[in-house]
């Protein structure tokens, strides 16, 4: 069978980390986003990005994507700069990461087989019988078995989710970023997506990375949560020493209200038709 062809990229050390950001200064404008951010995310681990409204989540994941160029500080991806490698190695090192967006961003006028195949179109010169049996066991990874010939449009919020997690690893990614995953989707759906994120970790190894608002997933989710604001990173550290925090402004995060409802599915339709919060 067909391989997918490595990337022309010499493969790191495994012990290096997955990814690090040192000293990392933006600004949009005049105005300073990210304020001397230095992180590192080990191999394997799931961190979990949160912060307040502008705190630079969304700015800080343009970078480690390659999105964004820096006003000052590096960005190393599985040992590479990647404002300092050449476009083809870039998109080498691209091929190596996976991106599930938060609206799910499947074409409508695709069936969610080809959705997923897209990658492999792009990126390889697979057989289409290699690449419909990729799509078709990636679609099993996500719990969507069989959905490969339906369209997006007959799919559920939740199985948009899914289908997009699937186009994201097809490629066997080394490193999965998720942006909001649970958006949108109501508490059973969301959960359920908390516990695919620690399932394609647990089953592939891969580094994965997530930007939430939603403290309930992740304090599920994170082997580490780091928590951003005003541009810089206020702690970097598990799950229980960030509910530990004495950090003012961390227990301010923690205190507020998640905007997930509660999990509890009865309590959960309670709530909806008695149309209150
Ligand atoms: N393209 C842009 N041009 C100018 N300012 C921007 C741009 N994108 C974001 N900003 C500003 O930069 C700050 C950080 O934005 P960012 O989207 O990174 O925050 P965030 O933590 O992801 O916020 P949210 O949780 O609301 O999505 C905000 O004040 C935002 O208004």
Same mark, same amino acid.
């Not at 700015?59 to 964004?68: M, N, R, S």
């Not at 000052?72 to 050449?86: E, T």
């Given at each position: %069978?067909?391989?997918?062809?490595?990337p022309?990229?010499p493969?790191?050390?495994?012990?290096?980390?997955?990814?690090?950001?040192?000293?990392?200064?933006?600004?949009?404008?005049?105005?300073?986003? =990210?304020? +001397?951010?230095?992180?590192?995310?080990?191999?394997g681990?799931?961190?979990?990005?949160?912060?307040?409204?502008?705190?630079?989540?969304?700015?800080?994941?343009?970078?480690?994507? +390659?999105?964004l160029?820096?006003?000052? /500080?590096?960005?190393?991806?599985? +040992?590479?700069?990647?404002?300092?490698?050449?476009?083809?190695?870039?998109?080498?090192?691209?091929?190596?990461?996976?991106?599930?967006?938060?609206? /799910?961003?499947?074409?409508?006028?695709?069936?969610?087989?080809?959705?997923? %195949?897209?990658? =492999?179109?792009?990126?390889?010169?697979?057989?289409?019988?290699t690449?419909?049996?990729m799509? *078709?066991?990636?679609?099993?990874?996500?719990?969507?078995?069989?959905?490969?010939?339906?369209?997006?449009?007959? =799919?559920?919020?939740?199985?948009?989710? *899914?289908?997009?997690?699937?186009?994201?690893?097809?490629?066997?990614?080394?490193i999965?970023?998720?942006?909001?995953?649970?958006?949108?989707?109501?508490?059973?759906?969301?959960?359920?997506?908390?516990?695919?994120?620690?399932?394609? *970790?647990?089953?592939? +190894?891969?580094?994965? &990375?997530?930007?939430?608002?939603?403290?309930?997933?992740?304090?599920? &989710?994170?082997?580490? &949560?780091?928590?951003?604001d005003?541009?810089?990173?206020?702690?970097?550290?598990?799950?229980?020493?960030?509910?530990?925090?004495?950090?003012?402004?961390?227990?301010?995060?923690? /205190?507020?209200?998640?905007?997930?409802?509660?999990?509890?599915p009865?309590?959960y339709?309670?709530?909806?038709?008695?149309?209150?919060?």
């Amino acid at each position: %069978m067909a391989q997918i062809p490595p990337p022309a990229l010499p493969t790191p050390a495994p012990d290096l980390p997955a990814i690090e950001v040192r000293d990392l200064v933006t600004y949009y404008g005049k105005r300073k986003i =990210l304020d +001397g951010v230095t992180l590192s995310v080990r191999t394997g681990e799931v961190l979990v990005i949160m912060g307040g409204s502008g705190s630079g989540k969304t700015t800080l994941l343009k970078h480690l994507l +390659g999105l964004l160029r820096p006003a000052a /500080g590096q960005v190393r991806m599985l +040992g590479h700069d990647i404002n300092a490698i050449s476009a083809r190695q870039l998109n080498a090192l691209r091929q190596r990461i996976g991106v599930a967006f938060q609206s /799910g961003a499947l074409f409508s006028s695709l069936s969610v087989g080809e959705n997923i %195949m897209l990658p =492999l179109r792009e990126h390889t010169d697979l057989a289409e019988s290699t690449m419909r049996i990729m799509a *078709r066991m990636k679609l099993e990874v996500v719990d969507l078995a069989g959905a490969e010939d339906l369209m997006p449009a007959e =799919l559920s919020g939740g199985m948009i989710k *899914r289908a997009a997690f699937a186009r994201a690893i097809v490629m066997d990614p080394r490193i999965l970023f998720c942006d909001e995953p649970s958006a949108g989707l109501d508490p059973v759906t969301s959960a359920s997506i908390d516990d695919l994120i620690a399932h394609l *970790r647990d089953a592939t +190894g891969m580094t994965v &990375i997530v930007v939430t608002h939603e403290l309930e997933s992740a304090f599920k &989710i994170a082997d580490r &949560i780091c928590v951003l604001d005003h541009g810089r990173i206020l702690e970097i550290d598990t799950v229980e020493a960030i509910r530990r925090s004495a950090n003012p402004r961390i227990q301010d995060l923690l /205190g507020r209200r998640t905007e997930r409802p509660a999990t509890d599915p009865d309590d959960y339709l309670r709530r909806l038709t008695e149309g209150g919060r």
